[in-house]
């Protein structure tokens, strides 16, 4: 099994970089990942996450129908499915992964060899911080809770195949499907 997995900071572009990359690279298809929090407005489930119930996430847990999951900080589950890379696999696709550093690190363990691991990183802190602040909906604690998540997050690069900086999205993309062509494709 071939696949893709983006992880980096918050605010390093991973999101941006994967949704044109799946514009433009027909093979790769994305990863739903399921959790346990509720659908935002406008979500669906089978769409943009598989939704379960509390109950329903501890019945894959216990058939081991995940490859890798998490409790994150809001208390929100979060995990992969053996069976939608499977899903892909049918379909004749190459499942993109975004992931945290940590669900990272737990999906490349694995999944081994076959995971081609790519971490974006920005420019710079500073250049990360302008980012998140663009968002315009964080606290200065959360702000600065992210921005040091950041700083060990990207001390961990070594543990990545390819760093793909991104200074620029569309350079970073274009960076990206060469990799992706000597390496997946």
């Known amino acids: 099994m071939k696949a893709l997995l983006l992880t980096g900071p918050s605010g390093a572009g991973k999101s941006t970089i994967a949704q044109l990359l799946l514009q433009r690279q027909k093979e790769l298809a994305f990863s739903l990942s399921a959790t346990t929090r509720p659908p935002r407005p406008g979500e669906v489930h089978g769409r943009d996450y598989y939704f379960l119930t509390e ?7 216990k058939h081991q129908g995940f490859i890798e999951w998490e409790r994150l900080f809001s208390g929100y589950r979060y995990g992969t499915l053996w069976r939608e890379i499977a899903r892909l696999q049918s379909l004749g696709q190459i499942p993109l992964f975004i992931k945290d550093v940590k669900g990272a690190l737990s999906l ?3 999944l081994g060899k076959e995971l081609l691991t790519v971490i974006v990183v920005p420019p710079s802190l500073e250049a990360l911080q302008a980012r998140l602040l663009a968002r315009g909906h964080l606290s200065k604690e959360d702000l600065e ?3 040091k998540r950041a700083e060990d997050e990207l001390k961990m690069a070594a543990h990545f195949d390819f760093i793909l900086y991104n200074e620029d999205v569309m350079r970073a993309v ?3 499907e060469r990799l992706l062509k000597q390496k997946l494709l």
């Open 55 to 61: 109950e329903e996430f501890d019945a894959e847990i």
């Open 108 to 110: 490349k363990q694995a």
């Open 145 to 147: 809770q992210r921005l």
């Open 174 to 176: 274009e960076r990206l």
